[in-house]
């Protein structure tokens, strides 16, 4: 029997016991899908490992490069980790031109990414995990790395999306990752690796991408240089910036375009090697982002078309500070990881519409965030049966939050001039509710770590856990204007000149302490050097949330009761508990010379649920705990290279994310109902072709297509908060959708220029759309089909 034909049946009959284990282990978990559904994934698996395994010994294919992740704080290869990550590289990132997240997401199954404005409020969701797609301004299920620095921001401030540029690959992990992170996950974490300053030589990089979208430009500069200081330490610097004209039409204002994005931005990195065991590393990030208008849309107002009383402007900065410290003890090294971070926001939103339109109700907002991170972990180093990370890990952030509600001059103007009661605030005249700034503290300590041992030659079990305690605070000084009804009776209904604005109380808020304890197991077998199986039960969780509200006093006099009804029972709790999950997960991953598969099935149990709530007829809302969600699915990624110039790749994710217990109360304040769908596609597909043609003098050409899709979703919930019996009239699903790309390119060792085109099908689904009803532009749709031309050199 011919080689070959040996290693296919050896291939074979071990895919015949990851077929045995993943059946078992879904009848296990009682995991309940359509047997299309599953037998596609499987079929897939099989098929294409069969036919295109004996490609993979052939003299002419390309091997597929190592991946090496450090996901489990030590380099690890990709296909040896117990879990599911998905990692894209520095060449897939540049060829296929991803910036940010919603590249990210669009080219791994099982994320999706949303953002209810420009480059703004972004959000990843893993695998479900998530109850809205702006994510009610709760905290963020998906924690965010860049290198050792957690991009950890406050509730109340803009999530940015921070630039790829001279990124060395991305790692999405999914699936709780508190036993290895010091910031505590829920749903996974995102982990951007950026390139570390090299002392060995002097190098640059210039990178220019000039595109059109409906005839309005788009422009993005990018610069690295590599400094060798000496022969052991170097200065890394990174600086980008980019305008993006806009592709939205504000009606009202008579701008066209009105959406204009601009970014600044530097990264800068010291790295030094002070001798054979102790290595240093300084790093600091600025990034500074203007917006001149929302990129949501009206569509009863025509294609890209938006209104209102005002430009929805917001601009932030954000600065971050990152000193590592790693030692060589021997038997283990030792890192310290010390982060300073500040957040200041601008931002304006038009809520006419809660009121009809009757007015121009406009509300500005500031709110500035200080962050100090601390995190120590001892890795294990011995070649022993046993492995081991000890950490520690401490937070401590600070949010204040000033805003105002105002109204425009014009509308003063038509209403004689003044209105008596009004006053200057944060630079806004007409202000009517106003005061602040609301003061949050917030404090985490935690403790967590794995034990890893080699129970044989092949098979690895792991224990991790995580113990930790979290206090959450808030605070109001005294004085401005508290109430809204004060203005708008007197001033809006009863057509008055002037108001007398009741100030604010003076509060200090009693703070909400909590604790999480949460385990983590895994049994990974690695069945030969091409094949590794895996399977892991780990727990996540969320830090709990405070409400201001349960500190004003209803019509019955108690704390939290309601200020419009007062025989209605619900009590706002003064804090929310942590809310937890449970991930179950099976896996295979198995590579060859050319091809590999990596295939997740997991069960995701998401109990007590944090979402923001509301009480029939009134106006506080507020954030609790709610019932209990699963998520069932699979995921597949296949990547091929069929020769040593063709690389193909699949993924495909399913998924069914779903309330499976709340009781009638939990359903009035929530607005869902059980079977509700949380807000991720049943779906995701994607896939990319790419091809490279050597030419003269070693350089090459490039071709690159790549098509996602994304199955439709739910905006939220669907029915009106605090009354079930109401469909909201916002509920909604987003359209599934479809992006279809392309680049073409030259490369050499110095330089390289690609022709490009994005969503070249012009799609023009509506991705995301706004539940809230007081939102006049609530719809967002993918950017318009945009072509342009990429540039870049090295040296």
Known sequence: ?????????????????????????????????????????????????????????????????????????????????????????????????????????????????????????????????????????????????????????????????????????????????????????????????SNKPDPSGFSYKIATDIGSTSGEMRQRYNGMINLPISENAALRLVAYASEDDGYVKNLSTNVDPSNKVSNIGLRASLGWQVNDRFDANFSYIMQKTEVDDGATINPSLGENSRNGFSDETTEIEVSKFNMTLAYDLGFAELTSSTNFSESDAEMEADLSLALGNAFPLLLHREPDDETFVQELRLVSKSDSKIDWVLGAFYLDRETDVAQAFYTTQEWVDGRGGTIGGTTTYLGRDNAFVYGGPVNNQYEETAFFGELGYQLT??????????????????????????????????????????????????????????????????????????????????????????????????????????????????IIPLTTSSDKLWNYEVGMKGRWDSFSANLSIYQIVWEDMQLVAQRAGDPDSYFANAGEAESEGIELELLANPNDNMEIGLNLAYQDAKITQLTDEQA????????????????????????????????EAVARLAYSYTDSMPNGFPNVIGNPSAVNPRYTMTDAYSKLDFSFGLNSDKWSVALYGENILDNDDYIFVMQQTFFNNAHMTLRPRTFGLRVSMTN
Not at 675 to 685: A, E, I
Not at 692 to 697: S, T
Request: glycine share 10%.
């Open 1 to 193: 029997m011919s080689e070959r034909k040996t290693l296919v049946i050896i291939c074979a009959d071990k895919l015949e016991l990851i077929q045995y284990l993943i059946t078992g282990g879904v009848k296990q978990m009682n995991i309940q899908y359509p047997a299309k559904v599953f037998n596609f994934a499987l079929v897939a698996l099989l098929g294409a490992t069969w036919f295109m395994l004996p490609n993979a010994f052939a003299q002419n294919a390309e091997s597929i490069d190592e991946v090496i992740v450090t996901a489990t704080k030590r380099e690890e290869r990709l296909q040896d980790v117990p879990m599911a990550i998905s990692v894209l590289g520095e060449d897939t990132i540049e060829i296929a031109g991803i910036t940010g997240g919603r590249g990210i997401a669009d080219s791994i199954p099982g994320i999706t990414f949303s953002q209810a404005g420009n480059n703004l409020n972004s959000a990843f969701i893993i695998r479900g995990i998530g109850t809205a797609l702006n994510q009610d301004n709760l905290a963020s299920p998906v924690a965010i790395y860049l290198d050792e620095m957690p991009m950890i921001s406050s509730k109340s401030t803009m999530k940015m999306d921070f630039s790829l540029f001279d990124a060395a690959q991305v790692e999405v992990l999914k699936g709780p990752q508190g036993t290895l992170f010091g910031a505590g996950t829920l749903a996974g974490a995102v982990r951007i690796i």
């Open 668 to 699: 009035r304040i929530m607005g869902g109902e059980l079977g509700s769908q949380l807000v991720s596609p049943d779906l995701q597909l994607s896939g990319h072709f790419q091809y490279a043609m050597p030419l003269d003098g070693g350089n």
């Open 457 to 570: 030659d092949s098979l690895k079990a792991t224990l991790g856990v995580r113990t930790g305690d979290m206090e959450n605070s808030n605070s109001r000084p005294g004085g401005g204007a508290s109430s809204l009804g004060a203005f708008l009776f007197p001033v809006i209904f009863q057509g008055a000149n002037s108001f007398t604005p009741p100030p604010y109380a003076a509060e200090t808020y009693e703070p909400g302490k909590t604790s999480s304890d949460v385990v983590k197991l895994s049994l990974a077998w690695q069945v030969s050097d091409s094949v590794n199986l895996y399977a892991t039960a780990s727990e996540g969780f969320r830090s709990n949330e405070i409400n201001r509200a349960a500190t004003l006093p209803g019509l019955d006099g108690r704390l939290g009761s309601s200020r419009v009804d007062p025989n209605d029972p619900v």
